[in-house]
């Protein structure tokens, strides 16, 4: 265990995109005629925040903690996974500080969005939906996000000792 109290963490994610998929987003369905597919609900946000708060405890990735050859994964709500990090790092005597992902993709505008995300995120995470920030931007329609297939998120946490 470290000797200093806080600890910051980064996560990063990417998932296809493909159309006809659901399209889940910070534990929001978002009506859009593409989804991300991935092994679980392809929630890219939620899933860059798993890796910056196991990454923050060194408490390595999300791929290890469920892996995607596991069945019992097999298009699970990506809630369910944050809760079990949470549950974790409470388990090392971690509580969470802060929260502040940026995700990239072309379409849809998810601006409207982000409050319900920060509220569900926040009660998962145990902490005030001040302390989780989100913002979204394009790639100005370069690279795969910007020809519309895929999405990425990218996060950093904050987390800190209970002493």
């Known amino acids: 265990m470290s000797t200093f109290p806080f600890r910051i963490g980064y996560g990063y994610d990417v998932h296809p995109l493909e159309e006809g ?50 069945p019992r994964f097999k298009g699970i709500d990506s809630k369910i996974l944050l809760k079990n990090v949470v549950h974790l790092l409470h388990q090392h005597e971690y509580v969470i500080g802060n929260v502040d992902a940026t995700v990239c993709l072309q379409e849809p505008k998810i601006k409207p969005y982000i409050p319900q995300m920060q509220e569900i995120l926040a009660s998962i995470l145990k902490i005030d939906t001040g302390c989780v920030s989100i913002k979204a931007t394009t790639t100005e329609k370069m ?10 998120a990218h996060a950093v946490a904050l987390i800190y000792l209970i002493l």
């Open 21 to 70: 998929k659901e399209f889940w987003l910070g534990g929001v369905q978002i009506a859009h005629t593409h989804g991300a597919v991935g092994h679980s609900d392809a929630d890219v946000l939620i899933h860059a925040i798993c890796d910056a708060l196991l990454g923050a405890a060194n408490l390595r990735d999300i791929g290890h903690h469920f892996p995607p050859s596991d």
């Open 143 to 152: 690279g795969f996000v910007g020809r519309k297939e895929g999405i990425e």
